[in-house]
């Protein structure tokens, strides 16, 4: 697709129950984010995926954080025991390039919307 | 560590007003890249502008218009002649460029309203 996509835009779920959230990027970008924006706030960074490189997960606030990215593309976030303050929109981007002092910038997705009850 | 101030949480205008929302920043590293986004009401952040460290040459761009000081560690987005469509939030972001230039530590963002 031409840009970004996201699924599910919303997600409603009961504390305790595991979510997966999922990432589409843009067609040839090698870098993956996952960013968490909670209500009014600025954006946090959770995880990125480089190619075939290890991921940086230094931004997963927990264990029950994890994500992954099949054959270099899609990108699954899932979180486990949802917890109420696991409620916010989670951002998926990618990006073109980001080293070698080069590129960094990041095109987004709409988001999913998770809440948790 | 790096910091992301946006001092202005949220700023109101007219429209044909200029407006500049203030971005201020704090890093160790010697090279970086500073960036703007767009999120507008329906909530899909839009890129900017990307600006190297060591490249402190102000951008203009139809009404908008970036200037990026070292000396103070601020870079601040002017709009001219604010439009309706100009509402949303926008977002100062910093990275370190040599290595992951896509993780970026967002400041809080400043939410603009241009009133008709």
């Known amino acids: 697709g031409a840009g970004v996509s996201q699924s599910p835009s919303n997600k409603v779920t009961e504390k305790g129950k595991d979510v997966e959230l999922r990432c589409d990027p843009i067609?040839?970008?090698?870098?993956l984010y996952w960013y968490r924006q909670s209500l009014g706030q600025g954006l946090e960074f959770l995880i990125y995926?480089?190619?075939?490189?290890?991921?940086?997960k230094s931004g997963l606030p927990s264990d029950r954080f994890s994500a992954e990215r099949t054959g270099g593309s899609v990108s699954t976030l899932t979180i486990q025991r949802t917890q109420q303050e696991d409620s916010a929109v989670y951002l998926c981007?990618?990006?073109?390039?980001?080293?070698?002092?080069?590129?960094?910038?990041?095109?987004f997705g709409e988001g999913s919307r998770l809440t948790v009850l | 560590a790096q910091k992301v101030t946006q001092a202005q949480t949220e700023i109101s205008v007219v429209e044909k007003e200029d407006v500049t929302l203030d971005c201020v920043y704090e890093?160790?590293?010697?090279?970086?890249?500073l960036f703007w986004y767009k999120q507008p009401p329906s909530g899909e952040l839009v890129f900017l502008i990307r600006?190297?460290?060591?490249?402190?040459q102000n951008e203009i761009s139809g009404r908008y218009s970036w200037n990026f000081q070292k000396s103070t560690s601020s870079f601040n987005f002017t709009i001219t002649a604010s439009q309706v469509v100009d509402s949303a939030v926008y977002f100062c972001?910093?990275?370190?460029?040599?290595?992951?230039?896509?993780?970026?530590?967002f400041g809080d963002g400043t939410t603009l309203t241009v009133k008709p």
């Open positions: 981007a990618s990006s073109p390039r980001t080293s070698g002092g080069r590129g960094g910038e990041l095109f």
């Open positions: 972001a910093l990275s370190e460029a040599r290595t992951n230039a896509g993780k970026s530590t």
């Open positions: 995926f480089q190619g075939n490189s290890a991921p940086d």
């Open positions: 067609s040839g970008h090698t870098a």
């Open positions: 600006r190297n460290s060591f490249d402190e």
């Open positions: 890093t160790r590293d010697t090279t970086y890249y």
